[in-house]
């Protein structure tokens, strides 16, 4: 789920999603909008649409498209509007939980009422949060690659996958490759790219202004941002040997290498939720105030991004945290991330306190995937920013991890800019650094960091996506 705004030149999935899916409802058929990646439309008409499931829905979607087999798992059906996302499970019927939206809005958001009265949700084909990528790498067909490749293209533009400038660019030439072809020297020139700059590249990477700020956020930007880099990038792009360069030729191997560099990203593939972190004190009076934050969850862990600066706060793979939340009932609602650290040097227990309407379905979602992950097969080792997961049967990680790599990157963590409760253990008794806190979390960790977790059964509510 996910209510993160996108930026003005390429609107996220949420914000292209203002149209409803329902166009008509008779006593017997309905024509129902399913939205692509792309923002095309895929029109059904179905008998009997309020009974209707998710699963039947997919199946209508994937033979309209002749996908293969590999789509059912790889795809899913959501509900999306600017407010909220919700993964289907395929027994949920879409109909009957579009009949229940402002209800969950008031349950899952901070919504107001009139904004809550005018949000309808749109029915899109996207990615599956469960799909793995190393079953990703092994897909052949082009029009289930376009997919991954549109969606992916769609989340970098937004900004909702916070890139380095170059990996924007190195992201941006493929998009080139795609849009204009093979690279002709001299066609296009860094003045033909920047007409439509916002389609190869983040909006924030392609503004522009003059005078002493422009100058100041400037100063720290690496030479080539922009056109010029894109296009010495597009100038790198490598053809496929053998390949046709002619029009028609397969776009497969391009849309397959954009794909291998977003499975770079720590958070590819993941369901994003709304949040708040407190900031640290400032000043004299130690003022701080909240940051809002976009929550990333996904196979292999949890990032907590920065949604104005657009990079990450914190990453953390399943092994290395410990989770819990408090409902509205006890006090906020927040989800608690407890994770190794260090204060001045004295390693300590860090403790992230993220206020969210969606704590509950997070802490769900984190349950449910630490499932799936010692449930399924070992994977292969991948080299990515965030490293490989952990699957069941493997062996514990050393009793000392080691602490989160700072570097300038923005998918690296910056703890400096979170506040966050630090704790040290002494025995049987935990010693507070800062603010006391009066129960531990430790107990809902991995089974492969301590052999203490359990994996609930799936349950029948939307927390699991």
């Not at 924007?168 to 003045?191: D, I, K, N, S």
Request: glycine share 8%.
């Amino acid at each position: 789920m996910d209510g993160t705004e996108g930026n003005a030149g390429q609107p996220g999935p949420a914000e292209r999603s203002h149209r409803s899916s329902v166009s008509s409802v008779g006593t017997r058929a309905a024509d129902v909008l399913v939205y692509l990646a792309d923002d095309t439309v895929v029109p059904l008409a179905v008998e009997n649409l309020p009974s209707l499931s998710a699963h039947e829905l997919h199946r209508a979607v994937r033979e309209v498209l002749q996908l293969p087999d590999i789509a059912l798992d790889a795809f899913a059906l959501w509900l999306v509007s600017p407010l909220l996302e919700v993964q289907l499970k395929p027994k949920h019927q879409p109909y009957k939980l579009g009949r229940q939206w402002p209800e969950l809005l008031l349950r899952f958001t901070d919504a107001p009422a009139d904004h809550v009265a005018m949000d309808e949700p749109s029915l899109q084909f996207r990615r599956n949060v469960f799909f793995p990528k190393r079953r990703e790498l092994q897909i052949h067909d082009e029009e289930v690659l376009r997919l991954l490749y549109e969606e992916a293209k769609g989340n970098v533009l937004a900004a909702r996958y916070p890139c380095d400038v170059e990996d924007c660019e190195a992201l941006g030439a493929l998009v080139c490759r795609v849009q204009l072809g093979p690279y002709q020297p001299g066609q296009p020139t860094a003045c033909t790219l920047r007409e439509k700059l916002d389609s190869f590249l983040p909006a924030h990477l392609c503004k522009r202004g003059h005078g002493l700020f422009a100058a100041l956020r400037g100063r720290g930007a690496k030479a080539g941002t922009g056109e010029q880099g894109l296009l010495n990038a597009y100038g790198q792009v490598k053809e496929a040997v053998g390949s046709d360069s002619e029009h028609g030729a397969s776009l497969s191997p391009h849309y397959r290498a954009y794909l291998l560099k977003s499975h770079e990203l720590p958070f590819y593939g993941c369901a994003f939720f709304h949040g708040e972190v407190d900031k640290p004190a400032q000043g004299f009076l130690h003022r701080g105030g909240r940051k809002p934050v976009a929550v990333a969850i996904s196979l292999e862990g949890v990032h907590v991004i920065d949604s104005r600066e657009k990079h990450v706060l914190l990453g953390l793979r399943f092994q290395e945290l410990s989770w819990d939340h408090t409902s509205p009932e006890e006090e906020e609602s927040v989800l608690w991330l407890e994770f190794d650290g260090d204060n001045e040097g004295t390693p300590v227990n860090k403790l992230l306190k993220i206020y969210s309407k969606q704590a509950e379905l997070m802490s769900s979602l984190i349950e449910y995937c630490i499932e799936l992950n010692q449930t399924s097969e070992p994977a292969a080792p991948q080299e990515n920013v965030s490293g490989p997961t952990a699957a069941a049967g493997s062996p514990p990680p050393p009793a000392q991890r080691p602490p989160l790599r700072r570097q300038g990157s923005v998918v690296c963590s910056r703890l400096q800019h979170l506040s966050t409760i630090d704790y040290v253990e002494e025995g049987q008794q935990i010693k507070r650094v800062k603010p006391k806190r009066t129960t531990s979390f430790f107990s809902r960790q991995l089974s492969t960091v301590q052999g203490s977790y359990t994996a609930g059964q799936p349950t029948d509510s939307l927390e699991q996506g």
